[in-house]
T-cell receptor, first 118, second 111 residues
Framework: SQTIHQWPATLVQPVGSPLSLECTVEGTSNPNLYWYRQAAGRGLQLLFYSVGIGQISSEVPQNLSASRPQDRQFILSSKKLLLSDSGFYLC?????????????????FGEGSRLTVL | KQEVTQIPAALSVPEGENLVLNCSFTDSAIYNLQWFRQDPGKGLTSLLLIQSSQREQTSGRLNASLDKSSGRSTLYIAASQPGDSATYLCAGLYNTDKLIFGTGTRLQVFP
């Protein structure tokens, strides 16, 4: 069965410090991978998504970046954190839009990483 | 622009009531629509997935419908229980491989 792991679960960082959140998926190949952010009391904002190794699409201009060094690994980074970067970060995966595949496009989430920037 | 809207934003009901949560999307070229549940401080749990060729899906006390022509989906919860209290989100998948989320409905079921 497929599983998704995301870490760290909780992070408290000072302004200006770097960030690295990691997400890995097991039990599938060539997944589509996503990073979302959920600010307090707000909806889910898509930050980045990737349909393959080295392919990153950015949705929102910001000081964050994403990388996909391996097929099932997705990393969210920042060189210098801002106060506004605080939030709940969620990694997710799907098997894409493989037509005829039952459950095609179903999205599965990790448990999230709560980042507090002080 | 592809947008997904959910109403109501919040709902508080007594235990045992049947509920309807609404989800609207502006772009009808949707590939599938998915309903999630989120408990406070937790990730999202997938509840139901409806492909564009389907009209509804059922799982236990949950039933979700999809009407692409009107740009609407509904989540029906039968005989609500306090354990159903959570935020419910819908999301549409488009041919760009992007999932667009609604802002959610916060549900509280009291005994």
């Amino acid at each position: 069965s497929q599983t998704i792991h995301q870490w760290p679960a909780t992070l408290v960082q000072p302004v200006g410090s770097p960030l690295s959140l990691e997400c890995t998926v097991e039990g599938t190949s060539n997944p589509n991978l996503y990073w979302y952010r959920q600010a307090a009391g707000r909806g889910l904002q898509l930050l980045f998504y990737s349909v393959g190794i080295g392919q990153i699409s950015s949705e929102v201009p910001q000081n964050l970046s994403a990388s996909r060094p391996q097929d099932r690994q997705f990393i969210l980074s920042s060189k210098k954190l801002l106060l506004s970067d605080s939030g709940f970060y969620l990694c997710a995966w799907t098997n894409g839009r493989r037509r005829g595949h039952r459950g095609a496009g179903e999205l599965f989430f990790g448990e999230g990483s709560r980042l507090t920037v002080l | 622009k592809q947008e997904v809207t959910q109403i109501p934003a919040a709902l508080s009901v007594p235990e045992g009531e049947n509920l309807v949560l609404n989800c609207s999307f502006t772009d009808s070229a949707i590939y599938n629509l998915q309903w999630f549940r989120q408990d406070p401080g937790k990730g999202l749990t997938s509840l139901l997935l409806i492909q564009s060729s389907q009209r509804e899906q059922t799982s236990g006390r949950l039933n979700a419908s999809l009407d692409k022509s009107s740009g609407r989906s509904t989540l029906y919860i039968a005989a609500s229980q306090p354990g159903d209290s959570a935020t419910y989100l819908c999301a549409g998948l488009y041919n760009t491989d992007k999932l667009i989320f609604g802002t959610g409905t916060r549900l509280q079921v009291f005994p």
